[in-house]
T-cell receptor
Framework: QKEVEQDPGPLSVPEGAIVSLNCTYS??????FMWYRQYSRKGPELLMY????GNKEDGRFTAQVDKSSKYISLFIRDSQPSDSATYLC?????????????FGPGTRLSVLP | DAGITQSPRHKVTETGTPVTLRCHQT?????MYWYRQDPGHGLRLIHY???????DKGEVSDGYSVSRSKTEDFLLTLESATSSQTSVYFC????????????FGPGTRLTVT
């Protein structure tokens, strides 16, 4: 079993839909959770990060973390064609060097106009 | 934008030749990373640095070396390129102790023929 699992997609939704992207993990030492958006042939762009369980909202994006279930989600409201990208979840333990940063394999999202 | 640039952005080279990729940052951060991204494997850590002349190996370091003689530059060298090193290479940085998210550069697309 991989340390971080993510629905591979691809996921296609109509414009305006609510999108739910999910990751599960097995290592209970993970304490910090990130979501990245990666457009084709570009570098991953940090979208949201959270250091605690619960919800964090930023505009149309909401990150949700449930450490007891080892489950994180990213919700996109009122999805737009410009949201079409691959979304990577990432997580880290409490260390300063950052060498234990782990990524999910990514979910490719297409938002159709 | 964490002020990261990578050069070259694209390179085609022949098997057996040495190749050096450069990552440059403008914000004087201590921690820098080199990843490779491949279909089916996601992002994997090659090497990382926690200061000038301080580097260590990541998950997939065989065939790669790094150097950091200045805070702003982190170099990745493929000592003798092989076709299995055809990949997209990303540099990343972390803002410092107490921060756990990483910021990525635009990537270098390397093809070894």
């Amino acid at each position: 079993q991989k340390e971080v699992e993510q629905d591979p997609g691809p996921l296609s939704v109509p414009e305006g839909a609510i999108v739910s992207l999910n990751c599960t993990y097995s290592n209970s030492a993970f304490q910090y959770f990130m979501w990245y958006r990666q457009y084709s042939r570009k570098g991953p762009e940090l979208l949201m990060y959270t250091y605690s369980s619960g919800n964090k909202e930023d505009g149309r994006f909401t990150a949700q973390v449930d450490k007891s279930s080892k489950y994180i989600s990213l919700f996109i409201r009122d999805s737009q064609p410009s949201d079409s990208a691959t979304y990577l979840c990432a997580m880290n333990v409490r260390d300063n060097y950052g060498q234990n940063f782990v990524f999910g394999p990514g979910t490719r999202l297409s938002v159709l106009p | 934008d964490a002020g990261i640039t990578q050069s070259p952005r694209h390179k085609v080279t022949e098997t057996g030749t040495p190749v050096t990729l450069r990552c440059h940052q403008t914000e004087n951060h201590r921690y820098m990373y080199w990843y490779r991204q491949d279909p089916g494997h996601g992002l994997r850590l090659i090497h990382y640095s926690y200061g000038v002349k301080d580097t260590d190996k990541g998950e997939v370091s065989d065939g790669y070396s790094v150097s950091r003689s200045k805070t702003e530059d982190f170099l990745l060298t493929l000592e003798s390129a092989t076709s299995s090193q055809t990949s997209v290479y990303f540099c990343a940085l972390k803002r410092g102790d107490g921060y756990y998210e990483q910021y990525f550069g635009p990537g270098t697309r390397l093809t070894v023929t």
